[in-house]
């Protein structure tokens, strides 16, 4: 059992590193194989910006491409993309030329892991919640009323919802800041004034994502548990005299909430791609945000630092949900 | 009624609620069952055992709804506990050893939990050693290893998950256990291991049983009394020699020609046409429409069950007009 255990987690972390390994070389390729020369591309707009001043274009495209080792070999430049990944340098950003992508990275992660991270943590556990009590047999008045409701919301996609939020809360009823991640005048410090103005930020945000998430985790996990209900371990749980308590957690949710942690695994993408969105409307200073003004101002190595961020963010995710996955379904052991 | 009688049962009538009408799978059913009796009751598919056997244990669910009638189990009326006392005589008055024994134990907790789990919830949490040993015996009991205990479910052969199931079903020695057709996906072999596992299990704790099924060899092996179910209703009960040798039912003589036997061979007889449909039930007599021998009074009113012998009771017109069931001869087709 537990050398079958061990075989299992062995798997999986190949799995992982595979995928990190494919992910970090594509992401290496697809830029290289655009046409164009990013220096030259970013030098002749600097020009445009700057007016006729007449300097040595040339020269300096030389010199850039010399810096970046981009006159090397595509397989030297390749290794040494692997060779600057492991000592987490992801190159410098044009824009804000000379800051390190890895330091922006870096400052941009806390906020979208944390809002993101709650928001779906809080939609999952909190959708799949409703969903089972919405199925189960003698569901309240108020489940019966919300969570459809919630389900509706679930069609709408997240950045109309973001947009709706803002309107309501905060350019009418002024309840809550239109956008960032903190008020400009607070001095970030590990205090209650701090985390109070964060939190008050991130209320419409989180409720943007979680809004239409609870509605689908209800919608999945309702139809999950309608099957488990019908299931004869159902019945022999009651005719064992087991109180509704019991069979409702350790008969219903607990094989119901199977198939709902596969869809976490398979909707955490869409949920981080959709939550980009929400954070450009916020202006949230998450990686989001980061990735949006990169993409905007043609910033190379911006771009690729975060999307390779988000896809190992998605690997070791998966990788964790793989892991719990045993853990909870027995017949998964092998 | 018997003196002695454990299980009466009067006037039992359950009813689904469908889009074209109440249909009425349990129609004023009334038996008793005598300490220590094995009752076998037979009848086709959508005839209403299982609607009933469950409607025992008053684990009827909805669309199903038990209209009518009352259980009786020793003083107790079933129908009139409040949903605490009625978890409490669940298991240990009257046990279920369900349909679907092979689907019954849930796959995601060891055999051990599932049997803690029954005897937690009707004895409180009894020391661990007591409870290992207790469950080593209950194991031992319907012929499993103890070490079961520590697997799971899909670890398990056909055979083992439903001798389990037995082990659960009698953990608190039930003075009744309804069996629904505990032997139905598994091969002969097993089913004649399981039945006679069935039997011992019967005979030693002295409890009396229902045992629910469509395989008129098989309970009449087991049963004592056998009982006859059609489109709801019991048509006949009786000692399962005489049910057997001389029944009264045409439909009874009906269901005991169609058995195939197994030396000499000859055509598979059937029954000419269909049950009806539940919602939409003939006047009178529900067999009338099959019958050879209706006449005008089968479809006037429905036939109660009378005693035709000793202990032997059918619900027909013939009766007490005729003796004995007249030799049928197969209806003309229209």
């Known amino acids: 059992m537990s050398s079958e255990l061990l075989r299992y987690v062995l798997r999986r972390v190949i799995q992982l590193v595979l995928v990190i390994f494919v992910a970090v070389s594509v992401n290496f390729l697809i830029p290289r194989l655009l046409p164009g020369d990013p220096v030259a591309t970013s030098l002749a707009r600097l020009q445009t910006a700057g007016g006729g001043t007449a300097i040595d274009i040339e020269a300096i495209s030389r010199t850039y491409s010399e810096r970046y080792g981009l006159d090397q070999p595509l397989f030297t430049q390749y290794l040494n993309y692997w060779a600057d990944l492991l000592r987490l340098d992801l190159g410098v950003s044009f824009a804000n030329f000379p800051e390190q992508v890895t330091t922006m990275i870096l400052r941009a992660l806390p906020w979208s892991v944390g809002l993101l991270g709650a928001a779906t943590l809080f939609s999952f556990v909190v959708g799949s919640w409703l969903g089972a009590r919405l199925a189960w047999p003698g569901a309240g008045r108020v489940i019966r009323t919300v969570v459809p409701g919630m389900m509706v919301l679930a069609a709408v996609p997240f950045y109309l919802l973001a947009i709706i939020l803002v309107y309501i809360f905060a350019v009418e009823l002024r309840w809550f800041p239109p956008a960032g991640g903190v008020q400009t005048t607070t001095i970030m410090r590990f205090d209650w004034p701090t985390i109070r103005d964060i939190l008050h930020h991130a209320v419409l945000p989180f409720a943007a994502i979680s809004l239409g998430n609870i509605g689908f985790w209800a919608l999945g996990m309702r139809s999950q548990t309608v099957s488990v209900l019908g299931e004869d371990y159902i019945t022999f749980a009651e005719a064992k005299g087991l109180s509704p308590h019991r069979v409702f957690f350790w008969y219903g949710i607990r094989n119901a909430f199977l198939p709902q942690i596969t869809a976490l695994a398979l909707s955490l993408g869409a949920v981080v791609s959709g939550a980009i969105l929400v954070e450009v409307i916020f202006n949230y200073p998450g990686l989001g945000t980061l990735l949006y003004t990169a993409i905007r101002g043609q910033d190379y190595y911006v771009i690729q630092g975060v999307v390779l961020v988000l896809i190992v963010t998605l690997a070791v995710m998966l990788f964790i949900v793989d892991l719990i996955y045993p853990l909870l379904d027995p017949r998964i052991r092998r | ?334």
């Open chain 2, 1 to 334: 009624m018997m003196a002695d009688a454990v299980l009466s049962v009067e006037d039992l009538i359950v009813q689904y609620d469908t889009a074209s009408g109440p249909a009425r799978a349990v129609d004023r059913v009334s038996f008793t069952l005598g300490q220590g009796e094995r009752l076998g009751l037979i009848g086709e598919s959508g005839s209403g055992k299982t609607t009933m056997g469950t409607a025992l244990m008053r684990l009827t669910r909805a669309p199903g709804r038990i209209v009518g009638g009352r259980v009786m189990l020793g003083g107790t009326d079933i129908m009139a506990l409040s949903q605490r006392d009625l978890r409490a005589v669940r298991l240990r008055d009257i046990a279920m050893i369900p349909q679907g024994a092979m689907s019954s134990l849930n796959p995601v907790l060891r055999i051990r939990v599932q049997i803690e789990d029954a005897i937690h919830a009707h004895e409180g949490r009894l020391p661990k050693p007591e409870m290992a040993a207790r469950i080593a015996t209950l194991l031992t009991r319907v012929g499993l290893d103890p070490v079961v205990a520590d697997r799971f479910p899909h670890e398990l052969s056909g055979g083992m998950k439903q001798r389990t199931v037995m082990a659960i079903a009698t953990a608190l020695s039930p003075k009744v256990i309804v069996a629904d057709e505990p032997t139905s996906a598994l091969d002969v072999v097993v089913q004649r291991q399981v039945m006679q596992t069935l039997g011992r299990l019967q005979s030693g704790l002295g409890a009396a049983v229902v045992l629910i099924g469509h395989d008129m060899g098989l309970i009449a092996q087991f049963a004592d009394t056998v009982g006859v179910m059609y489109a709801g209703r019991l048509v006949e009960i009786g000692p399962v020699a005489q049910m057997i040798a001389a029944p009264r039912h045409p439909y009874t003589r009906l269901l005991i020609d169609s058995l195939p036997g197994i030396d000499a061979k000859r055509r598979l007889t059937g029954i000419p046409g269909l049950p009806p449909r539940l919602t939409d039930m003939p006047p009178g007599c529900a067999f009338a429409p099959r019958c050879p021998l209706a006449t005008a009074s089968c479809t006037a009113s429905i036939p109660a069950l009378q005693t035709v012998a000793s202990g032997h009771r059918a619900a027909c017109h013939l009766y007490p007009g005729l003796p004995a069931l007249p030799p049928l001869t197969a209806k003309a087709a229209p």
